[in-house]
């Protein structure tokens, strides 16, 4: 794992013991959704790879996350994010997936769903009204396939890996408002391969009240994916877009 994630989690270990946690524990619900446009490569290990051209997507993400007064023991968000797209392509070059090949210049229906679930667990290292930021690291198990298909041939990959990856979130408030500027970022690299899920944006508290919170949230995320040798597959694959979401703190 390269040095900036193992930085990451080294001085959120640090920062432990001055962790500014919740006076009392807090219950998170919310869900995105996510208006992307899909990009990118993918082929056998091996073999080069071809791009495709995919159909535009409305992605969803839905998580739960519990944040409690306890310092030494971190806060957990779990997450459950969509990641397909499918399309119709135009060859470029022979093309070689799962063992099967596919000639040049044939049509082919191409379908990736990369969905997968994050456990992240982190601390609050600055919790007020004007600043947040909040540090600690990310399982993230992708259970995905993907299917190539033409008139003469199909083939079929599947492939599953949990990666760790580094993660961060800060947000900043606009004094004399309700509105914060957020941005959050789970990250990795290593053996050749990386992952990034990146949102930026603005969020908006429309309900401020002792037994309920809402907020709603809009900016943009994108998702990058670039695959060595998972499974047999190598994959450069982008989710990009705007995104709109709610939230309910109890």
């Known amino acids: 794992m390269k040095k900036s ?6 001085v959120a270990a640090l920062a432990t013991p001055a962790v500014m946690a919740d006076t009392v524990a807090g219950l998170y619900i919310g869900a995105d959704l996510h208006f992307a446009d899909t990009k990118g490569s993918f082929g056998q290990t091996g073999n080069r790879q071809q791009d495709f051209t995919f159909d535009d997507k409305n992605l969803s993400s839905f998580y739960i996350k519990v944040e409690h007064p306890v310092p030494l023991l971190p806060n957990i968000k779990l997450q459950r994010n969509s990641l397909s797209s499918n399309g119709n392509t135009e060859l470029t070059r022979t093309f070689v997936f799962d063992n099967q090949t596919f000639d040049i210049a044939a049509n082919v229906a191409q379908d990736v769903d990369l969905s997968n679930i994050d456990a992240t667990f982190y601390y609050e290292i600055l919790d007020n009204d004007l600043v947040s930021l909040d540090l600690g690291v990310t399982a993230k198990y992708i259970d995905g396939d993907i299917s190539v298909l033409s008139d003469d041939a199909s083939a079929s990959q599947d492939f599953s890996a949990v990666i760790p990856m580094g993660y961060a979130y800060g947000s900043f408030g606009l004094l004399g408002t309700a509105t914060k500027v957020f941005a959050e970022i789970n990250y990795v690299s290593y053996d050749g391969s990386s992952l990034s899920d990146m949102q930026f944006g603005i969020a908006y508290e429309l309900i401020d009240s002792l037994a309920v919170d809402l907020s709603l949230k ?16 190598n994959a450069d694959l982008t989710f990009d877009g705007a995104f709109i979401s709610a939230e309910l703190h109890f």
């Open 5 to 10: 994630v193992l930085s990451m989690m080294f």
């Open 218 to 233: 809009a900016g943009v995320k994108k998702t990058k994916l670039e695959l060595d040798d998972i499974d047999n597959v």
